[in-house]
């Protein structure tokens, strides 16, 4: 994507998501709950994408940036009185300092070994916050009831989380930066040889995916209004943002929020009385996208529907030609 592009899409974005929440007044409590959480999903889900999509990190620590950006606001919250913008914004530098606590360590890993060592790290964080009593231990901590927002703004923040995490995309997608990114995760070591400082790009894409998966953190708890070890530092929020970049589409702006929908929507709020088949459909749909549609929905459907509108004319029929009368050989008199 072009840089002169990637701007007219970062101004219809902003536009779209300022309608959106400018309209939040005129929508329904459930209707503003059940946006607030996918609007969440859609956060989470772009944040890993930044991650894995371009600079090819996959990273199994998502719940760690999630819970330390949802305790930090609540902690934030609770001995500061501060207010939620406030709070949100300090629960993305709490996940901002930990990636950069854990880059010496993660940044030296590659491939799986990088990809387990997100996970140590993840359980790492889960561990010390159930035996830690500073932060509530295993029966976790309970956000003020006088800092509490209503769901229009409550509503209103989780749409300020997914502009950040979009404009974040779109700035990997049209930037040199994003550039130099892509061809670390393709191969780290021709990067090098070309000048690329691949310790830099892996740590701003580290910290950028942390600081904004930690924001969405903080409005969760927010709207849970309690944060506890097994839910808010639980392995699920690392399992629905792959679920969700994957179905739809890594390394695009479009494919996490339509992954959100499909599952969030399509699956899990229509089975919430029966999750054991949701798990077994979300499961199954996975196994489809990845045997038929390995790059994900949104690209196959984008770039069906660009090979269909730029179908090139059928050529004209080739002209009718006249034979022309040959003469008969003459033979040869000796």
């Not at 501060?82 to 530098?93: E, F, K």
């Not at 994003?178 to 790009?201: F, H, I, Y």
């Not at 695009?252 to 999750?275: C, D, F, K, S, Y």
């Given at each position: 994507?072009?840089?002169?592009?990637?701007?007219?899409?970062?101004?219809?974005?902003?536009?779209?998501?300022?309608?959106?929440?400018?309209?939040?007044?005129?929508?329904?409590?459930?209707?503003?709950?059940?946006?607030?959480?996918?609007?969440?999903?859609?956060?989470?889900?772009?944040?890993?994408?930044?991650?894995?999509?371009?600079?090819?990190?996959?990273?199994?620590?998502?719940?760690?940036?999630?819970?330390?950006?949802?305790?930090?606001?609540?902690?934030?919250?609770?001995?500061?009185?501060?207010?939620?913008?406030?709070?949100?914004?300090?629960?993305?530098?709490?996940?901002?300092?930990?990636?950069?606590?854990?880059?010496?360590?993660?940044?030296?890993?590659?491939?799986?070994?990088?990809?387990?060592g997100t996970l140590a790290?993840?359980?790492?964080?889960?561990?010390?916050?159930?035996?830690?009593?500073?932060?509530?231990?295993?029966?976790?901590?309970?956000?003020?009831?006088?800092?509490?927002?209503?769901?229009?703004?409550?509503?209103?923040?989780?749409?300020?989380?997914?502009?950040?995490?979009?404009?974040?995309?779109?700035?990997?997608?049209?930037?040199?930066?994003?550039?130099?990114?892509?061809?670390?995760?393709?191969?780290?070591?021709?990067?090098?040889?070309?000048?690329?400082?691949?310790?830099?790009?892996?740590?701003?894409?580290?910290?950028?995916?942390?600081?904004?998966?930690?924001?969405?953190?903080?409005?969760?708890?927010?709207?849970?209004?309690?944060?506890?070890?097994?839910?808010?530092?639980?392995?699920?929020?690392?399992?629905?943002?792959?679920?969700?970049?994957?179905?739809?589409?890594?390394?695009?702006?479009?494919?996490?929020?339509?992954?959100?929908?499909?599952?969030?929507?399509?699956?899990?709020?229509?089975?919430?009385?029966?999750?054991?088949?949701?798990?077994?459909?979300?499961?199954?749909?996975?196994?489809?996208?990845?045997?038929?549609?390995?790059?994900?929905?949104?690209?196959?459907?984008?770039?069906?529907?660009?090979?269909?509108?730029?179908?090139p004319p059928p050529p004209?029929?080739?002209?009718?030609?006249?034979?022309?009368?040959?003469?008969?050989?003459?033979?040869?008199v000796s």
């Amino acid at each position: 994507m072009s840089a002169r592009r990637g701007m007219v899409a970062a101004l219809v974005l902003v536009v779209v998501l300022g309608a959106l929440a400018a309209g939040a007044t005129n929508l329904a409590r459930y209707t503003l709950d059940v946006g607030t959480t996918l609007l969440v999903l859609i956060a989470v889900a772009q944040a890993w994408n930044l991650l894995a999509g371009f600079s090819r990190q996959f990273s199994l620590g998502v719940s760690a940036f999630v819970g330390t950006g949802a305790y930090a606001a609540t902690l934030v919250m609770i001995h500061l009185g501060s207010g939620p913008l406030t709070a949100v914004l300090c629960g993305a530098v709490a996940s901002a300092v930990l990636a950069v606590c854990l880059s010496p360590a993660l940044l030296r890993l590659r491939g799986d070994y990088l990809t387990i060592g997100t996970l140590a790290a993840a359980l790492a964080v889960q561990a010390w916050a159930v035996n830690a009593s500073s932060v509530g231990g295993s029966s976790g901590l309970n956000v003020p009831l006088e800092v509490i927002p209503d769901n229009v703004t409550l509503f209103r923040l989780a749409v300020l989380v997914v502009l950040a995490c979009s404009l974040a995309t779109l700035w990997f997608m049209s930037s040199s930066v994003g550039l130099r990114m892509s061809a670390v995760g393709q191969d780290p070591d021709a990067a090098v040889t070309l000048g690329v400082n691949v310790w830099r790009l892996r740590l701003l894409a580290l910290v950028v995916s942390s600081a904004l998966t930690g924001a969405a953190g903080s409005v969760v708890a927010l709207q849970q209004v309690h944060v506890e070890p097994i839910g808010t530092l639980g392995l699920t929020w690392t399992i629905d943002a792959i679920l969700m970049t994957v179905v739809g589409g890594a390394g695009t702006l479009v494919g996490p929020a339509l992954g959100a929908v499909i599952i969030h929507l399509g699956l899990t709020r229509q089975l919430g009385e029966n999750p054991v088949l949701g798990l077994v459909l979300e499961g199954l749909l996975l196994i489809l996208v990845i045997r038929f549609v390995p790059r994900g929905i949104w690209p196959t459907v984008r770039d069906g529907v660009v090979r269909l509108v730029r179908r090139p004319p059928p050529p004209p029929p080739p002209a009718e030609v006249e034979p022309v009368p040959v003469e008969p050989r003459r033979e040869r008199v000796s």
